[in-house]
């Protein structure tokens, strides 16, 4: 079982930046794709975005196209979620997950993101 432990999440003006990290317990090379999802009030969970650990491609929402970047550092683990130009409707509980190829997928404890002026 791979453990997840989420940080970065909190209040900023739209338009400002956040950067959620996303820590992993398991190894490096046990995981292939980790990413993010979010959840806002009154609406459904969302994949936002993905990044395979092998290859280190990428995939987004169209919603959060050119203004966020996942990105992985495999030595300690992590991904990261680079939030740029934060609007309203960004606003959710941001949840990541790591897909292990022995254990399955894993998701951390979720963080909120409140993007308000």
């Known amino acids: 079982q791979v453990q997840l432990v989420e940080s970065g999440g909190g209040l900023v003006q739209p338009g400002g930046s956040l950067r959620l990290s996303c820590a992993a317990s398991?190894?490096?090379?046990?995981?292939?794709?980790m990413g993010w999802y979010r959840q806002a009030p009154g609406k459904e969970r969302e994949l936002v975005a993905r990044i395979i650990t092998s290859t280190h491609s990428t995939n987004y929402a169209d919603s959060v196209k050119g203004r966020f970047t996942i990105s992985r550092e495999n030595a300690k683990n992590t991904v990261y979620l680079q939030m740029n130009s934060l609007k309203s409707e960004d606003t959710a509980v941001y949840y990541c997950y790591a897909d292990n190829r022995v254990s399955g997928r894993s998701w951390g404890q979720g963080t909120q993101v409140t993007v308000s002026s």
């Open positions: 398991g190894s490096m090379f046990s995981i292939n794709a």
